[in-house]
């Protein structure tokens, strides 16, 4: 029931935005490839995914 409400998008701005508050240079994702959900998500929120190596998918942002 809670799917699709956008409380994982609020989630990582909030996280994102506390993280530049406390000097964080940036966020590293780990997610499985398969998981479309999570990419779709880290791309919304600014993060830039590399390719797949070893069967783990890793997104990065940069806040500096």
Do not use: C, F
Not at 30 to 51: K, Q
């Amino acid at each position: 029931d809670w799917r699709g409400l956008g409380i994982a998008d609020t989630l990582g701005r909030m996280l994102i935005e506390e993280a530049g508050k406390n000097q964080v240079r940036r966020i590293i994702a780990y997610y499985l490839p398969t998981n479309e959900s999570a990419a779709r998500l880290l791309e919304r929120l600014g993060l830039v995914a590399d390719e797949p190596e070893h069967g783990v998918t890793t997104a990065r942002l940069s806040l500096v």
